[in-house]
């Protein structure tokens, strides 16, 4: 592993307990300066079917994704799953730089429907900026999604009076769509306020509501983009995920040379990176790698040089 390559042999065979903590010390400090906030996908490593079947280069979620339905187990396999980033997650991820489009969704779980035996997912989506739902329903239906309204996916069955009730409301079915033998089929599409208002519903209603730290009104699930000519998708991505500010009190504290080094090493390369990173330490050897350095004495901040 690159990570303990800076690791004497010498020091590893004398003392293997202390080196091994150090090991896992800085695999943990790796991950926390190179692991975000959001599950990117990105479309590579032969992901096509996102590019075909979604128009996204890039699919952003929220870490609460890990471990619950995933965006291509909802769009893609028909998984049922709930989680939300907040407004101001969105507008990280929308800042940043190479994104030539972008658009949002909502995911929403309904409890048991008047159409369906089990529970189906229902997908918000912006009309407005949607490059990746919108083209597919227009397909089948070439009217606009008025508030209130909702389009079945193929295998949504059994709505003869036109109307299908999700939380205690009832919503007029507009449409149904084509099939495409994806998850896409088992889903329920409406607009984002439509939704929202669904979201709201549900929380009133259920016992145990996922909503409970959550601002319905600017809640996010998915984040779908596609890059910028002349912007790599894999850069794109790697940004959205990359701190911008990183706060180290005493990092290599108790730490040998080498991995003192290899840890401020660390921290030099996300700073040329882009990141802000503010390191607070008695290690006189950590100047050499700052840009600018500041010495607290006697209760006074002074800046050096």
């Not at 800042?95 to 489009?101: D, F, R, Y």
């Not at 409406?190 to 730290?213: C, G, H, I, W, Y």
């Not at 990173?277 to 004495?297: C, G, N, S």
Request: hydrophobic share 40%; with cysteine.
């Amino acid at each position: 592993m690159s990570f303990a390559s800076g690791i004497s042999k010498k020091n590893i065979k004398r003392k293997p307990f202390r080196a091994t903590l150090l090991f896992a010390l800085v695999l943990l400090i790796a991950f926390s300066l190179f692991s975000g906030a959001f599950v990117i996908i990105s479309l590579r490593n032969g992901l096509e079917c996102y590019q075909s079947r979604l128009g996204a280069d890039i699919v952003v979620t929220p870490s609460s994704a890990r471990g619950h339905g995933s965006v291509d187990d909802i769009l893609l396999s028909g998984i049922t799953g709930n989680y939300y980033m907040s407004g101001k997650d969105f507008e990280k991820v929308a800042s940043t730089e190479g994104i030539a489009s972008i658009t949002r969704q909502f995911f929403l779980t309904s409890a048991k429907a008047s159409c369906c035996s089990a529970r189906v997912q229902i997908i918000g989506f912006d009309p407005k900026t949607d490059f990746s739902i919108q083209p597919w329903i227009s397909e089948s239906y070439t009217n606009e999604i008025e508030d209130g309204d909702v389009v079945v996916g193929s295998e949504i069955n059994g709505y003869d009076s036109g109307l299908i009730t999700f939380y205690g409301q009832e919503y007029r079915i507009a449409a149904r769509l084509e099939k495409t033998g994806t998850g896409l089929d088992n889903a329920i599409y409406t607009n984002m306020t439509t939704v929202r208002q669904m979201a709201k519903n549900a929380a009133n209603l259920l016992e145990t509501s996922p909503f409970q730290d959550v601002d319905i009104e600017t809640a996010t699930s998915a984040v779908l983009i596609k890059v910028a000519e002349g912007y790599s998708i894999e850069d794109v991505a790697d940004d959205i995920n990359s701190p911008k500010i990183i706060i180290a009190d005493e990092p290599t504290g108790d730490l040998d040379d080498d991995t003192t080094r290899l840890v401020l090493s660390l921290l030099r390369k996300k700073a040329d990176e882009g990141a802000s990173v503010l390191i607070v330490t008695h290690e006189h050897d950590a100047l050499q790698y700052a840009d600018q350095i500041f010495r607290m004495e006697k209760g006074v901040l002074s800046k050096e040089g």
